[in-house]
């Protein structure tokens, strides 16, 4: 009789440091290595890129996977859905020491690629090999991997399908199921179902938002947002400055035709703004109009701040890093008065994401907006929507794939309960067919 | 020395039960009558159609109109801004005392001439005086009310303007500046600039949403968010059944179009369903598609919901009563299994409306959605988007207007609070420029 | 080898409607048969005196023991731990098909005869076997029930333990841990480290409160605040009315204590205050003061209050049922004006109750409390602490009794997660040695 | 005809930097100079000892006194009512200028004392007055001032009355009504009757809590709660640290008497620590056992911690800093592995002390707890009662002054708010006998 083995190393006790095992026989498969990183943020002065894994691992910020023992031997390849630090940001700090390699779609490489190359510790020499949506690695001569596109808040994000004699295992984390997105393809709904009629063994799959009613809009949905408030406006003269997700490409490229409709040029501000922007320009996921403005180091944001003071602000319009109150992005550095750039009365500050609901994060956004306010700023909140799937988009896919077993992975305790009683209703049993796991425990599923 | 007064008769003290009454010299105008439910939900079996004004104004249900003595001889004209019940819903209580015609746009007077058909107690006698946004009533020599188009989230709703020699006074209770309306036509910004130009001596203005930080997003965001939910799906065979304000007609509008899309017959049930949205067909402010149905009479409904039940769900989308889990409403008679058409596992439930955030209504609501789960449909709460400003939509009305004095209404202290900190952050100052009123104050304006 | 088996039959997914079957061998115990009754509250005009248990079953309301099938023949007693509705709630409507005595201590007991007796749809005639805490009860040759004395918020509350030739089950659903009650015993520690001693096996235990951080106040700090609520106040003169639970008899004696010291005569209003609080008294449990009053029918209640409010309401202290607002209570109707004692301007309300998190009570509550204050009432909230465990109270007791497994009950999972979490933290692991059950799970524990 | 005039400085739009004055003719008096700790938060490395005044005032951290102009010639006196910071934080600041002596009770001086000794930027010279409870300092001709005995959360504090030829002027600011205090006498009743007798012109009184329904319990229930907590245990072996107020005397004298029926060791740790609580000691005001240690200076600290760790934690009772998180703290160095005595599994943390809602408290308060949870410490928090009065203490104490005016003061416009409808609710009228001021504002009253 065959079975598969399920082991959840990480981010089943909590939202980051995403890593999950697979085995058949006598090969498994890794699926992300994530980092937590609230567990960095409650400690001062820690330079991540010099630490050594063991350390982090205690600080709980990234997969305890010291106890694989000797399956890390066996383990055939390293699969990441996307370019998240959740699913990827442990890879500086544990990849080297599996003989496999990484396994993601080009984007989601050139994200790690640029992660590893600022590792202070450690040399990760992994093969990199790149896979598209609707693609097929084989593993070996018994299991293979499958990428089906999916959509989610950062370009060439996947389902990842690990096809095994015994039958398929879905990861399906992170997704959320938008018919409309602005930049990317909507998901591959007719090979899902083709997946569903073969017969699906497991759905591994996040829970993050399981608990919220409803369905998660559309990308399309923000795009409106956004363009509602940046044109809807009779005060077209005043300094308007947006932050947002740097890796969320889609958001940025419609603030960037918003901008144009307003006739303002678009600059980019701050280092990871540049990197994974231009990183999707290079790839050709994104394109830029003409007047576009970039500017990453430290030097080159200060001197086009100040330019942009000079010659008129209303003709400008910044994208910046800083959404969640980072103490060294841009926006923090323009609230706390350490550029030529100074708040005017009446300008407007929007936040295209929402507040991370961690109090360090909460407490940086406190600072940063009451600097903002104190200067005159006005600020627009949440001008976003989520890029995780909602209850009723769990209950879809859910349906769809028809798995035998389902485990609600990504989050906490609190985050995988609204997703088993979701499941209860459409059949699913706790202890039978949907389980809940805790980081180090293993399920043997025997088919 | 010219003096506006200003009486603030219902509303400053709660949401509901609007009144504002404005004297210049020996000629008043009252501005809204105004009902407050949740005084009414508290208590059990009432019929308030046969109540007597007096105890409806001890109950804190209407306004307290008895200290006015004898200005109510003095009130020129009846002004209502749109046709929701905290601004219509005393006029079959209250007006009959009053030598006054009521003024309002036609659809208003529609739902107004309904409203009073529906009393008891009071003969309303007084005559019905239609005015359209863009045009003026000319009241005396001396004062005159101008409509002004305003977007919200019922039909021909208008800020109304009393011009006096003294200056122009502008209420603007309620409203949201909405540029991409779906039925409506936009906020008249060229007017209201043309009205600043020429000075505005004050600005009565609803308070209710003023603490919401950012704008209030578009009806199109409404209606994309309406069409994700109903057509974002692979399990098109599942009952749906829409719930929204009978009033929001742009809404019900968007229900109806994705119904087409859908291939799915709509059909309206309720009777306040029906009142509404026939009126605003009948005066072509909205079109029916050929295969539309509406029922309003309690056999009428019972029968129509027995035959879809048996001809087949999927062929239709309901569109109901109830989204407060209202004690009488279609979807609470569903729900409690008092209609043929019994809820099916997996049947889609969406409300397109906010919970109402009060205790009598929270509790309607959970027993409505706790029956409805337990016969396994599938809930989408809030597929909405409020009809009210928020502090940014605010912030630009007030700099658009430029008033000389600002009163924030139409809420509790506790909405006015945010709106007066917005003022005073432009400028204004407490108790000087941006005025604090409570029900039964009256402020002289001398100009 | 042995084993134990235990059955979740209700309040695993839920709060209320408690019932676990243990079985060793051929031999199976009930402990606890309640009702949930927020699932009566949903809907109107409900007699439930007069239902069948397959309604209340179907309605969510009773436990669902269908399934138990011939197990129901095995069951050689039920065990009742304290005498709260959702622990005892549904013997009327279920006890009737076991052939099995009903143990409980004298005072619970008695408050099930009470129910008993206003059934109107069936006939409970099993046998009543009064056991007192310290007591064992030799159900068969192998195995017998003890009752070790706990502290909860009714009078004689008991842990009961079973004990099995495979090792002791406790059953701790629902207790605080209070070492200076007021009224009752601390709880035995003497007999729970004996216990902790000789092995247990099993530890099923209430959730409820799992999620609190600490420690549950002593009912001595409850009776602190009632004693500064009421002695605390230089206005002496204003009518005084506590409400509370009826069944809170050391809460009652702090009050009535205080009534003495305030100079006033306590009255006791209401048809379950008389219920509990006489048979308390008659059962030895409580002392009356010599001027008490208690009055339980509609028309005596009606006759003391015309008195008091005449001869002068600053001579009583009123103590009525109403503290969630019931729609018949005490003070539910004087709130609603339906009694000669009109509340007056300044008269103070306590509250020693919590409010039940429940959107039908909630709605209840604040009907009451608008009513109230539109009178002129102060009201004081919630003075009053809680009777169930807190985190470190369920901390102290699962190392205090070192069970091999526990098994957390009475709540929903998510009420259920904190406690798993701190077993987690003391070395218990889920699926291993500690269980989330949801209703209708079998568990089988082989020793 | 005489004039009474109001001037809000500082404490009107927030919590934190309170200072009002108050004149009556040509003379004024300046009650308290307070700082907004949360206004330097928001900044790093921020050495408020050498800032200068006006960038303090700038940042929104002292009050702004530039606007009194030539007023400030006119100061007779600076009154503060107790030791707090966000009552005496500025003078340092802002005292030198003024030519007043400052007038407290003898503790609080002391506490000045200290504050005044740290500051190295500003010269602080005035005069120290000392003025204890029941006396009074006649100001000159016209004015004095009389201290009137109050509770609140710090030793010796008291309610200002400012008594002038157009009568009394109440400063309540802050207060609780504890009539059952553990350390301090209970307020003055008798002579604030009195002064009700002779009339109050005014009344300034602090709106913190005054949205929080009922009464604030005793310091009585804090005492139980914190005995509940440290001797209701079964675990008696493991390590236990409680953290509070430092200034919080009453508190930290409950918890060094529970320490002695524990039979520990009280240690005290801490800079803060030391300074209020040996002050107490020196004055009178507290008693210490024989057997306490007390530490301040970092190396003595280290050394107590190191050798208590050897010798065996369960023989001591920590009493430290750093209730809030602050991240120089004994309790948050000891988390973060700085000093030699490592929480053990099952180690109790205890904060005697709410946490302070404010994002950059709740940030630091949750490193701390996450850092200490993950060590295996268990954390008891809110073992604490508030020093501030409820909804009904100020009830009561508006009903027993009776002035003719009142004035809330301490707090943003949304705690005002409720204190004003309580106001209203005994009949006073909001801008005629109740007035909301901002700072800057002033409020001419004629006598």
Redesign the interface.
């Known amino acids: 009789m065959d079975e598969i083995r399920v082991i959840a190393v990480g981010g089943y006790n909590e939202m980051g440091r995403n890593m999950t095992v697979i085995m058949f026989d006598d090969e498994a498969v890794v699926f992300d290595m994530g980092l937590r990183l609230d567990r960095i943020?409650?400690?001062?002065d820690i330079e991540i890129e010099k630490m050594h894994s063991l350390d982090l691992i205690e600080m709980?910020a990234i997969p305890d996977d010291t106890k694989l023992g000797s399956i890390i031997d066996k383990v055939r390849a390293i699969v990441c859905t996307h370019g998240h630090l959740d699913h990827i940001g442990a890879i500086p700090k544990l990849a080297h020491r599996y003989d496999a390699p990484i396994v993601s779609t080009p984007y989601t490489l050139a994200v790690i690629r640029d992660l590893v190359k600022g590792e202070r510790r450690f040399e990760v020499e992994n093969k990199f090999l790149p896979l598209t949506a609707g693609e097929v690695y084989e593993i070996s001569r018994n299991i293979s991997v499958e990428f089906v596109n999916i959509t989610h808040s950062i370009p060439e994000s996947v389902i990842a399908v690990l096809h095994t004699p015994a039958g398929a295992v879905v990861y399906a984390n992170d997704f959320k199921?938008d018919?409309?997105p602005t930049l990317d393809s909507p998901p591959d709904?007719k090979r899902l179902?083709e997946l569903s009629k073969d017969g699906v063994a497991m759905l591994i799959v996040e829970s993050t938002n399981s608990s919220r009613?409803?369905?998660t809009?559309?990308e399309?949905?923000a795009k409106?947002?956004v363009h509602?408030?940046l044109?809807?406006?009779?005060?077209t003269n005043s300094g308007v400055i947006v932050t947002t997700f740097s890796s969320h490409i889609a958001r940025i490229s419609s603030i960037i035709e918003a901008s144009e409709k307003m006739g303002r040029i678009p600059v980019l501000l701050g280092r990871s703004m540049k990197k994974y922007v231009v990183t999707a320009k290079e790839m050709g996921i994104i394109d830029f109009p003409e007047n576009i403005e970039v500017y990453s180091s430290s030097r080159a944001i200060a001197n086009a701040l100040r330019r942009i003071s000079e010659e008129g602000r209303e003709n400008y319009l910044l994208i910046v890093t800083g959404h969640q109150g980072e103490?060294d992005a841009v926006l923090t550095k323009i609230a706390?008065k350490e550029t030529d750039y100074r708040i005017q009365h009446g300008d407007k500050i929007i936040f295209s994401a929402n507040k991370i609901p961690?109090?360090?994060t909460?407490?940086?956004?406190?600072?940063l907006e009451?600097?903002l306010k104190?200067q005159?700023a006005?600020?627009?909140?949440?001008?976003h929507v989520s890029g995780h799937a909602s209850r009723?988009d769990h209950?879809?896919l859910l349906?769809?794939l028809k798995p035998q077993h389902v485990i609600p992975s990504h989050g906490e305790?609190?985050m995988h309960?609204p997703y088993?009683?979701m499941a209860?209703?459409t059949g699913y049993?706790?202890?039978d067919t949907v389980h809940?796991m805790?980081n180090g425990?293993e399920l043997i599923l025997e088919i």
């Open positions: 943020q409650i400690h001062e709980g199921l018919r409309t709904f179902k009613p409803g369905k809009p559309s399309r949905v409106d947002l509602d408030v044109l809807g406006t009779e005060e103490p706390s961690n109090p360090m909460l407490a940086n956004r406190y600072a009451t600097k104190m005159g006005r600020i627009y909140e949440d001008v009723e209950w879809e349906r769809l305790l609190g309960i088993i009683e209860e209703e049993e706790l202890g809940l805790r425990d």
